[in-house]
């Protein structure tokens, strides 16, 4: 199977809430002349999902990418804006920044494989409007570092918590810290709905704002068309309530698949301690949620060794994660060669990250929750892995870090 943990959990649960929906012939969230849109699958699923996280309101959508977008046209994010993003993340983290006439402005990476905050100063600009840390294969950024920046230089902060559904930095959920949180449900993520995602704040106008640029323009309370009563100039990224009805079950088993995740990943991390020449990525708070746990060696050679063998591959060579492999965004592909983005001084390049692109390669990631070759993760366990099969794995990976 490939996909995160919550397609490991998959059951009655979901099959309940779809036949629900069915049943009712209700698949759009305002399908149903006189109904109440906040009533259905995808209304659930936001209020029970912004009090499990803490924020004190949640906006349902299709997509992470599209969750993405949402908080940056919340934040009034646009035409050569410049965003700090790190170079190591998923390319909708980028594109999403061009697709808003804004400028993305790429960063270093630390060993914990997220934003390095000692790097952030040098890059802000007169024209900086924000920075969006990225809580990378589920560990949290080092939050303190980057919001007391951010706070110095009066910008906002927009979360990328698409791969980190359930983290925490110290006792509050990723995603509540800075201004926006944005969370994908795709199927590799932490629980999934096959595709969505849901924006996550706590501040009234940025959420009727977001809801409005998801849903055409249209402010929270609507029943139906309304004219007179639009806020914003929006676009078409709702949830629809069979999408809705498949994330509200797995949202109510994010408690139980976050503590089984971390079982697991304990579990196989004891087993490969101590061994020469290689440890782990730094986890910045005991609340990440990694999907993955990703083995750090002290040269590329090494690493390189290492993955031969195991049938694997570093981090570096994954693909689709890694600024170098990202050739739109190097070679500034945008629609039209009027966007901002030939205009600006920032420069793109491959290799214009040395540290990013040190670590990258020294780093291998392996399976705890999720099969994805784009992370680099071609070998490993799932949270439904026996004692007995995770004793193997570890076994294999020691037996070729000795032979190293």
Request: net charge negative; proline share 4%; charged share 20%.
């Given at each position: 199977?490939?996909?995160?943990?919550?397609?490991?959990?998959?059951?009655?649960?979901?099959?309940?809430?779809?036949?629900?929906?069915?049943?009712?012939?209700?698949?759009?969230?305002?399908?149903?002349?006189?109904?109440?849109?906040?009533?259905?699958?995808?209304?659930?699923?936001?209020?029970?999902?912004?009090?499990?996280?803490?924020?004190?309101?949640?906006?349902?959508?299709?997509?992470?990418t599209?969750?993405?977008?949402?908080?940056?046209?919340?934040?009034?994010?646009?035409?050569?804006?410049?965003?700090?993003?790190?170079?190591?993340?998923?390319?909708?983290?980028?594109?999403?920044?061009?697709?808003?006439?804004?400028?993305?402005?790429?960063?270093?990476?630390?060993?914990?494989?997220?934003?390095?905050?000692?790097?952030?100063?040098?890059?802000?600009?007169?024209?900086?409007?924000?920075?969006?840390?990225?809580?990378?294969?589920?560990?949290?950024?080092?939050?303190d570092?980057?919001?007391?920046i951010?706070?110095?230089?009066n910008?906002?902060v927009?979360?990328?918590?698409?791969?980190?559904?359930?983290?925490?930095?110290?006792?509050?959920?990723?995603?509540?810290?800075?201004?926006?949180?944005?969370?994908?449900?795709?199927?590799?993520?932490?629980?999934?709905?096959?595709?969505?995602?849901?924006?996550?704040?706590?501040?009234?106008?940025?959420?009727?704002?977001?809801?409005?640029?998801?849903?055409?323009?249209?402010?929270?309370?609507?029943?139906?068309?309304?004219?007179?009563?639009?806020?914003?100039v929006?676009?078409?990224?709702?949830?629809?309530?069979?999408?809705?009805?498949?994330?509200?079950?797995?949202?109510?088993?994010l408690?139980?698949?976050?503590?089984?995740?971390?079982?697991?990943?304990?579990?196989?991390?004891?087993?490969?301690?101590?061994?020469?020449?290689?440890?782990?990525?730094?986890?910045?708070?005991?609340?990440?949620?990694?999907?993955?746990?990703?083995?750090?060696?002290?040269?590329?050679?090494?690493?390189?060794?290492?993955?031969?063998?195991?049938?694997t591959?570093?981090?570096?060579?994954?693909?689709?994660?890694?600024?170098?492999?990202?050739?739109?965004?190097?070679?500034?592909?945008?629609?039209?060669?009027?966007?901002?983005?030939?205009?600006s001084?920032?420069?793109?390049?491959?290799?214009?990250?040395?540290?990013?692109?040190?670590?990258?390669?020294?780093?291998?990631?392996?399976?705890?929750?999720?099969?994805?070759?784009?992370?680099?993760a071609?070998?490993?366990?799932?949270?439904?892995?026996?004692?007995?099969?995770?004793?193997?794995?570890?076994?294999?990976?020691?037996?070729?870090?000795?032979?190293?």
């Open positions: 199977m490939a996909g995160g943990p919550g397609s490991y959990v998959f059951g009655a649960e979901e099959t309940k809430e779809l036949m629900d929906v069915i049943n009712s012939h209700a698949l759009f969230r305002y399908g149903t002349p006189g109904v109440d849109g906040f009533q259905g699958k995808v209304a659930t699923f936001e209020r029970e999902m912004a009090e499990q996280l803490g924020h004190k309101h949640v906006v349902a959508t299709s997509s992470g599209g969750s993405l977008m949402c908080c940056l046209a919340a934040l009034g994010i646009g035409m050569g804006d410049e965003v700090i993003v790190p170079g190591y993340t998923f390319i909708a983290s980028i594109s999403t920044i061009i697709m808003m006439n804004a400028i993305p402005v790429l960063a270093e990476i630390d060993e914990s494989l997220t934003l390095d905050p000692t790097k952030l100063e040098a890059l802000i600009t007169p024209r900086a409007k924000a920075i969006m840390p990225v809580h990378m294969l589920g560990n949290p950024c080092d939050m570092a980057i919001m007391a951010a706070k110095k230089h910008l906002y927009i979360e990328d918590c698409c791969q980190a559904v359930g983290a925490s930095y110290k006792g509050k959920c990723c995603g509540t810290i800075g201004d926006m949180g944005a969370y994908s449900l795709n199927v590799f993520k932490t629980i999934t709905s096959g595709d969505g995602g849901f924006v996550g704040t706590s501040d009234e106008n940025l959420y009727e704002r977001a809801f409005g640029f998801h849903d055409q323009g249209h402010k929270p309370s609507r029943m139906g068309v309304e004219v007179g009563n639009r806020s914003i929006g676009m078409n990224m709702r949830m629809n309530e069979l999408s809705g009805a498949v994330a509200l079950a797995q949202g109510r088993k408690p139980g698949v976050l503590n089984t995740l971390r079982k697991k990943k304990a579990q196989l991390k004891a087993k490969l301690q101590g061994l020469p020449g290689v440890g782990f990525r730094r986890v910045n708070d005991p609340g990440e949620c990694a999907t993955l746990l990703t083995l750090l060696f002290e040269t590329k050679e090494l690493a390189d060794a290492f993955c031969a063998k195991a049938g591959a570093p981090i570096a060579k994954s693909g689709w994660h890694v600024y170098n492999n990202m050739e739109q965004i190097l070679e500034k592909k945008t629609w039209t060669d009027a966007h901002p983005f030939h205009q001084g920032v420069r793109y390049e491959k290799h214009m990250l040395p540290q990013t692109d040190d670590i990258l390669n020294r780093a291998v990631n392996i399976s705890v929750g999720v099969v994805d070759k784009g992370l680099g071609g070998t490993g366990i799932n949270i439904n892995s026996t004692d007995e099969e995770i004793e193997t794995v570890a076994a294999n990976i020691r037996e070729i870090v000795l032979s190293l």
